[in-house]
């Protein structure tokens, strides 16, 4: 059976990559300060065998470096008991996380992955958040802008002790473990932006991931033609015309992220990845029931995306034609000068839009900038507003709850926020 009979459509995108600007230059990162940079793991090794490891790799495991032979010889580890304060669903307590990969069972869908897409570099991983599929090449740490560079040589040093922070080239493998940690800092920064607390009443009778019963699941193809044949399978639908998706499986309660890599330096890579999964770690927070408004998801995506790197941006738009775009290089500026021609429509016109095509293309450049905005005037706030977007109340619309959050959040009106971040946009954005 085909896994597209079992899977339910909440969320597919069609994404496009807007190219590197090469020698043009940048903007300087936006820099926000969520959650304190993870120590590397201190793991007791007897040999080059490393004991009790916290997560599953393929590699690791052929090499010897791990005593798993399987993600199932780690299941203990890696599945999550819950108990409920009471009863609920006729339960007292449930089993989170059984090895699932795209409403399928995760050995069948490993099996297909090793036939149908065959690749001596493909690594899969699985550890306390994430299960990673990842066939990325290696590539030299001195030749591309590599974010933390020796803070993240030391988070590769634990588990490949040859690495150092004189390493310049890395191996397939040692870029599919660099993704891992990526995803947990990404996980770090967003839990703490939204004050995650999994002991908390609100999260009492939800599953273990934000809400989510399952996993997030990456999956990182080093071809255009292989994510294309494993969307094709696992979705049903041909993506020809996409760079990656972001989806909600329904029945399993996990998020995905999936794109390719083809033509893209680390940089690039790590904006689309970051843009990726932080679409998908919005969409769980506090289980995925329904969409924010759009210029939350796309703003928020970018702002992550753009702390890293600024000279490669990830679009995500709805089912349909993708629209035509212009290569910015610099976005404040841009914004500026469509904000002082009164080019930029005025925020309730756009402030309770749903869906992926919720915003034209232009508007993605000030749905970042006002998501900036929010999150430079006070950060706790916008953990605050964010959580309260995705709590609607009994029979509540996304224009009232989107209201409602931003008003107990920042005490604004959708009116006031236009106004102030216009201001702040022509006092603060240079004008070239």
């Not at 930029?344 to 992926?356: H, I, R, S």
Request: charged letters at 30%.
């Amino acid at each position: 059976m085909s896994p597209r009979t079992s899977l339910a459509l909440s969320l597919i995108m069609i994404a496009f990559l807007v190219g590197s600007l090469g020698a043009q230059k940048t903007e300087s990162p936006d820099v926000y300060e969520f959650a304190p940079l993870r120590k590397p793991p201190e793991y007791k090794r007897k040999g080059k065998l490393i004991l009790e490891p916290d997560f599953f790799c393929s590699f690791c495991s052929k090499k010897g470096k791990i005593e798993a032979k399987t993600r199932d010889d780690m299941r203990q580890t890696f599945e999550v008991v819950k108990k409920y304060p009471t009863e609920f669903e006729g339960r007292k307590e449930q089993t989170f996380g059984a090895f699932r990969m795209m409403e399928t069972d995760g050995q069948d869908m490993l099996a297909w992955l090793e036939k149908e897409l065959p690749s001596r570099d493909a690594v899969f991983m699985e550890d306390a958040n994430f299960r990673m599929y990842c066939d990325i090449p290696g590539f030299n740490t001195k030749k591309v802008v590599m974010p933390r560079r020796d803070y993240e040589l030391g988070l590769l040093h634990s588990v490949f002790p040859r690495v150092t922070d004189k390493t310049v080239t890395l191996s397939p493998e040692h870029v599919a473990h660099l993704y891992r940690f990526r995803a947990q800092r990404l996980l770090d920064d967003f839990q703490a932006l939204v004050a995650y607390d999994p002991k908390s009443a609100d999260y009492a009778y939800s599953g273990p991931w934000m809400g989510m019963k399952n996993k997030f699941e990456v999956y990182i193809f080093r071809k255009k033609k292989d994510f294309v044949k494993f969307s094709t399978y696992t979705l049903g639908e041909n993506s020809e015309a996409s760079d990656g998706f972001c989806w909600h499986n329904l029945r399993d309660r996990s998020m995905v992220a999936a794109l390719h890599c083809e033509g893209l330096n680390d940089d690039e890579l790590n904006n689309a990845f970051t843009h990726r999964l932080s679409y998908c770690l919005l969409s769980a927070l506090r289980a995925y029931q329904y969409d924010v408004p759009t210029w939350v998801h796309m703003g928020f995506s970018h702002l992550m995306e753009r702390r890293e790197y600024t000279g490669y941006t990830t679009h995500i738009f709805g089912e349909g034609k993708i629209p035509k775009t212009r290569l910015i290089s610099k976005w404040k500026p841009s914004i500026r000068k469509d904000i002082a021609k009164k080019e930029v429509p005025p925020l309730v016109e756009w402030f309770a839009a749903e869906g992926d095509n919720g915003l034209s293309w232009e508007m993605h450049l000030n749905a970042w900038s006002l998501m900036s905005y929010l999150m430079q005037k006070d950060q706790k706030a916008m953990g605050v507003f964010l959580n309260l977007l995705k709590k609607k109340g009994d029979r509540e619309t996304t224009l009232e709850s989107a209201r409602r959050a931003l008003k107990t959040a920042f005490d604004l009106t959708p009116i006031q926020l236009d106004e102030a971040w216009r201001a702040w946009v022509l006092e603060t954005y240079p004008a070239i």
